[in-house]
């Protein structure tokens, strides 16, 4: 999957309880971004990364935070899980033309 | 909220036919990108098409683009059964720094029957 590694791939998890996924590139590519892709909604984006440090909000992103220290890892944070944040998670990167996807990771919220 | 609605949203034809699936969006494009979904992985960009683009082929695939409509077509001719996947239209807007926020569809699923 081009390059990309998601971690873990699969994760159950309680309620309450902090999450952190991870993205790991090797394309050097600039943009980064996380999506959650849900049945009846198709693909959202939680949030995404122009640059080391430079992140940006995307329309899910209420109860997620992201962390970019290095240009080729994207981290996505849920601070508290909740159920509704059962989904799987894409990870995908672009150099600006089109975007590459990492092979998901599926979470489940108990 | 979703600019690209992806027209049928399920498809199942038979091996050697063809399968067009319509993508319809809301606002102004800069490009228009299709992606295909196998069951259980991320997806795989498959073609681009910018706004100023009418019609685009890559091996058995063509895309058409009418801006004045706002929707897009996607053909796969001679299908197989690894055509089987679902497939994704997602829009560029202008003024947003290229693929930074695309706008996904919903998806069709095609299934190729054998």
């Known amino acids: 999957d081009a390059g990309i590694t998601q971690s873990p791939r699969h994760k159950v998890t309680e309620t309450g309880t902090p999450v952190t996924l991870r993205c790991h590139q090797t394309e050097n590519h600039r943009y980064m971004y996380w999506y959650r892709q849900d049945p009846g909604h198709g693909l959202r984006l939680i949030h995404y990364?122009?640059?080391?440090?430079?992140?940006d909000k995307g329309e899910v992103s209420d109860g997620y935070s992201v962390s970019r220290s290095k240009t080729e890892d994207f981290l996505l944070t849920l601070e508290s899980a909740t159920s509704s944040q059962t989904s799987v998670y894409f990870c995908a990167i672009s150099d600006g033309k089109w975007v590459s996807f990492g092979s998901g990771t599926q979470l489940s919220v108990l | 909220s979703q600019q690209g609605e992806e027209d049928p949203q399920a498809l199942s034809i038979q091996e050697g036919e063809n399968a067009t699936m319509n993508c319809s969006y809301k606002t102004s494009i800069n490009n228009l990108q299709w992606y295909r979904q196998n069951s259980g992985r991320g997806l795989v960009h498959l073609i681009l098409i910018r706004s100023n683009e009418r019609e685009k082929h890559s091996g058995r695939l063509r895309v058409t683009l009418d801006t004045s409509k706002k929707s897009s077509s996607l053909l796969i001719t001679a299908s197989r059964a690894a055509d089987t996947a679902s497939y994704f239209c997602?829009?560029?807007?202008?003024?947003?720094?290229?693929?930074?926020?695309?706008?996904w569809g919903l998806g069709t699923s095609l299934a190729v029957n054998p």
């Open positions: 990364s122009y640059g080391v440090k430079d992140t």
């Open positions: 997602a829009t560029g807007s202008p003024g947003a720094g290229n693929n930074r926020k695309l706008i």
